[in-house]
């Protein structure tokens, strides 16, 4: 059973910074690409960066500029560096990753749990 465990989440005042990391488990073949998503109260799921094995980045018009994503050299976890917090970065941040289980069969995508980041005065 393959598994995404997300962390950093937590309390914010604008203008301040949170690190969050989220680690595959279990087993697997390889890992693709890996990202982070978000969804805030009333809105939909949206797409904040993302990051290919070969490590290109993609960012949301939103957060370029603020945001950092990286990964390890072993590929299996990302990280999402958020500078400079604005309150409609309020939401709770999914990682996702596109994981291959086995050669034998197509890679999948697969989500953490989610973990809340709220930025408030």
């Known amino acids: 059973q393959v598994r995404l465990v997300e962390s950093g989440g937590g309390l914010v005042q604008p203008g301040g910074a949170l690190r969050l990391s989220c680690a595959a488990s279990?087993?697997?073949?390889?890992?693709?690409?890996m990202g982070w998503y978000r969804q805030g109260p009333g809105k939909q799921r949206e797409l904040v960066a993302s990051?290919?094995?070969?490590?290109?980045?993609t960012y949301a018009d939103s957060v370029k500029g603020r945001f950092t994503i990286s990964r390890d050299n072993g590929r299996s976890t990302v990280y999402l560096e958020m500078n400079s917090l604005k309150p409609e970065d309020t939401a709770v941040y999914y990682c996702?990753?596109?994981?291959?289980?086995?050669?034998?069969?197509?890679?999948?995508?697969?989500w953490g749990q989610g973990t809340q980041v709220t930025v408030s005065s």
């Open positions: 996702y990753a596109d994981i291959l289980s086995s050669p034998r069969a197509p890679s999948g995508g697969y």
């Open positions: 279990g087993t697997y073949f390889s890992v693709n690409a």
């Open positions: 990051m290919t094995t070969g490590g290109t980045p």
